[in-house]
T-cell receptor, first 114, second 114 residues
């Protein structure tokens, strides 16, 4: 069991560029979550999918952030026109059907917007 | 909506002692789930223990146990026989029944001294 895999581990973008973050959940897990972690805001919920369907995106900044889960083996978080305030560690987590509400986190992608 | 508050920013204790970390939560829902997660110095976030609101018995898992006081909306984490490797940031979290979105507290940094 490789755990949740996030790529890249680090990403540096210039202001205004696009960033795409990838997540591969644990095989067999039915839900995928995206969180953002900063010193100031802590762990913020962004969005989650169950069985590939978007369930709750209440934490997503509406204008520039989008998330997709095209198949059960990966999810992407895309940030358009990145801004310095988007700099954070973006964490993906998955949970199994048999243990709903228990999250298994990936190592995160550290996004730095210059 | 739910809210989780951890008022202790940091705690330092001697190795092999017992430590309690506090957490209070807010929700209007009658059914919910409470969790504790640990983030190590490497950034890895790991699930530790959960308490379902309808269960009166405090959850235990290894040297972790919970002090669930529902009338006070409180869920304390107790770690007995602490070890150096227990040094980490501990997050309290909750989700509502029927929604897997998990809301995290700000975290408490625990340092175990030899």
């Amino acid at each position: 069991n490789a755990g949740v895999i996030q790529t890249p581990r680090h990403k540096v973008t210039g202001k205004g560029q696009e960033a795409t973050l990838w997540c591969e959940p644990i095989s067999g897990h039915s839900a995928v979550f995206w969180y953002r972690q900063t010193i100031v805001q802590g762990l913020e919920f962004l969005t989650y999918f169950r069985n590939q369907a978007p369930i709750d995106d209440s934490g997503m900044p509406k204008e520039r952030f989008s998330a997709q889960m095209p198949n059960q083996s990966h999810s992407t978080l895309k940030i358009q026109s990145t801004q310095p305030q988007d700099s954070a560690v973006y964490l993906c987590a998955s949970s199994p059907r048999t243990e709903k509400n228990t999250l298994y986190f990936g190592a995160g992608t550290r996004l730095s917007v210059l | 909506a739910q809210k989780v508050t951890q008022t202790q920013t940091s705690i330092s204790v001697m190795e092999k002692t017992t430590v309690t970390m506090d957490c209070v939560y807010e929700t209007r829902d009658s059914s919910y789930f409470l969790f504790w997660y640990k983030q190590t110095a490497s950034g890895e976030i790991v699930f530790l223990i959960r308490q379902d609101s309808y269960k009166k018995e405090n959850a235990t898992e290894g040297h972790y146990s919970l002090n669930f006081q529902k009338p006070k909306s409180s869920i304390g984490l107790i770690i007995t026989a602490t070890q150096i490797e227990d040094s980490a940031v501990y997050f309290c979290a909750m989700s509502l029944y029927g929604n897997e979105k998990i809301t995290f507290g700000a975290g408490t940094k625990l340092t175990i001294k030899p």
